[in-house]
């Protein structure tokens, strides 16, 4: 089983609509993020928590919120998509600083959106 | 504005080659340098990673430079395989945050 799974790995929707994006990991990492990739421009971040009740916003947080629903837990929404949305939206899980001195991220498998 | 700018794009290198991917970065506040290996499919995996206190990292055929005073440092994949084809992500931190290149795809050719 994945350590970090993210649910829905694919999903077709229109303009307009309202979409949650879910993640959960098994890893027990209380730091956790979530990602958009785009062709030619990385992963940029859109938003982070570090604990249950600590949420910030990331480089491009405008047009998405996020729920921390538990240490394991950490949904992504749209509150009403548009085209240019349409992206592979990856979450991931940090311990930290580990004991060889990095600071890992776990990503999960990512979720491809398509926003017609 | 990319605040981390990798280079190239793309890169063919074939079996058994040096393949080499750069970045450079502006802010001053970084403080730790990881590469990702992504494959088709998948999430982006941590592969080696540097702190600017040390100029050099090596872990198996995968070597990090790094240039604190140019604000640059790279990656280099020796004796290069048809597996190591993939993209290649660059990525500065600070405050446990990251913030990525654009990334490189990378095709070993047998």
């Known amino acids: 089983d994945a350590d970090v799974t993210q649910t829905p790995r694919n999903r077709i929707t229109k303009t307009g609509k309202r979409i949650m994006l879910e993640c959960s990991q098994t890893k027990g990492h209380d730091r956790m993020y979530w990602y958009r990739q785009d062709p030619g421009l990385g992963l940029r971040l859109i938003y982070y928590?570090?604990?249950?009740?600590?949420?910030n916003k990331g480089e491009i947080s405008d047009g998405y919120s996020v729920s921390r629903q538990a240490q394991a837990k950490f949904s992504l929404s749209l509150e009403s998509a548009i085209p240019n949305q349409t992206a592979l939206y990856f979450c991931?899980?940090?311990?930290?600083?580990?004991?060889?001195?990095?600071?890992?991220?776990?990503f999960g498998d990512g979720t491809r959106l398509s926003i017609l | 504005q990319q605040q981390v700018k990798q280079s190239p794009q793309s890169l063919i290198v074939q079996k058994g080659g040096i393949s080499i991917i750069n970045c450079a970065y502006e802010?001053?506040?970084?403080?730790?340098f990881p590469w990702y290996q992504q494959f088709p499919g998948k999430g982006p995996a941590l592969l080696i990673a540097i702190r600017p206190d040390v100029s050099e990292k090596k872990e198996g055929r995968f070597t990090i430079s790094f240039n604190k005073s140019a604000k640059q440092f790279s990656l280099h994949i020796m004796d290069s395989q048809p597996g190591d084809s993939a993209t290649y992500f660059c990525a500065a931190s600070y405050g446990n945050k990251l913030v990525f290149g654009a990334g490189t795809i990378l095709r070993v050719k047998s």
């Open positions: 928590s570090f604990d249950v009740k600590d949420i």
């Open positions: 802010n001053t506040a970084f403080d730790y």
């Open positions: 991931a899980t940090s311990p930290g600083q580990d004991n060889r001195g990095n600071q890992p991220q776990h």
